[in-house]
């Protein structure tokens, strides 16, 4: 079966050089990705259910909240 190259960032205390790809599996590339979509929706839909005052104390606007909750998952 063909492997798929994925950059991997270093991970600290790692021996593998920095900027190194590794070769995984297709299947665990899939996995990968679909638990990064996940993982993003399930914080669009945390930010789309925050007050005006939670907003606040992060930073951004009612807008630019809405614009990051109507973007689909992978992206």
Known sequence: MPTIDLYLPPQPYSRRRPGRRERIHP??????L??????????RNA???LDDHQLRDIGITRIEAARECGKPFWR
């Open 27 to 32: 299947v665990a590339a899939a996995c990968v």
């Open 34 to 43: 679909l638990s990064a979509w996940i993982e993003r929706r399930r914080q």
């Open 47 to 49: 930010l789309a259910g």
